[in-house]
């Protein structure tokens, strides 16, 4: 098991664990399809690619369920649904 998903801060981050399982699970699509990973991790595994990319902020879900990077907006990403 991955030590990130032992925590609920991750779960927080994102807004819930719904939303985190479809995050993780888009990205991962995305990654087997070629998309490059948007950490520097010495690892070919795409999960904790995936893990390291939330953790960092450097995806999250839109509001119409599509992952996007920090790149794709000038301003970041709100961190939960609480802080709305």
Do not use: E
């Given at each position: 098991m991955y030590e990130e998903?032992?925590?609920d801060a991750l779960?927080?981050?994102v807004g819930g664990r719904f939303k985190l399982s479809t995050l993780?699970?888009?990205r991962l699509v995305?990654?087997?399809k070629g998309a490059p990973p948007?950490?520097?991790l010495d690892t070919?595994?795409?999960m904790k690619i995936v893990l390291r990319e939330i953790m960092e902020d450097k995806i999250y879900l839109d509001m119409g369920g599509n992952v996007r990077t920090v790149a794709?907006?000038?301003d970041q990403p709100p961190r939960s649904?609480?802080?709305l």
């Open positions: 998903l032992k925590d779960i927080d981050k993780i699970q888009k995305a990654l087997m948007l950490v520097d070919k595994d795409r794709d907006q000038s649904l609480s802080s």
